[in-house]
């Protein structure tokens, strides 16, 4: 027994650690690592929810597909997870359509001048 779990923390050691890539609506592909993502199970409406609080990017997974926004405070995160009704929160207070979008993302980095 002893020699079969020593045996599989050598296994796990040698397993690379792979960070997870999403594709958002907008084709982007956005790397997790930084991200602290969380599996919601008590909405209808949202099944993912990651964040970034160096950033304030925050990611979204509804009806299979993500969606990023920027600027969104870590308090408007906190708020989302702890709303009676997540989906509704998010629908009023996130969502693109209903904050004529306020946390749009930059298409592109913006270039430094040096």
Not at 43 to 64: E, K, M, P
Not at 93 to 114: D, F, H, L, S, W
Request: aromatic share 6%; net charge neutral; charged share 25%.
């Amino acid at each position: 027994m002893v020699r079969a779990l020593v045996l599989l923390i050598a296994q796990l050691a040698a397993t690379p650690i792979v960070s997870e890539t999403v594709e958002t609506a907008e084709h982007s592909l956005v790397d997790l690592g930084p991200f602290e993502c969380r599996d919601i199970t008590r909405s209808t409406v949202l099944q993912r929810v990651c964040y970034d609080r160096a950033r304030q990017d925050l990611i979204v997974a509804s009806n299979g597909t993500y969606d990023r926004y920027c600027g969104v405070t870590a308090e408007t995160v906190e708020r989302l997870l702890g709303a009676p009704s997540m989906g509704q929160f998010f629908n009023r207070n996130i969502k693109r359509e209903t904050t004529a979008g306020r946390y749009t993302c930059p298409t592109r980095e913006p270039v430094q001048n040096g």
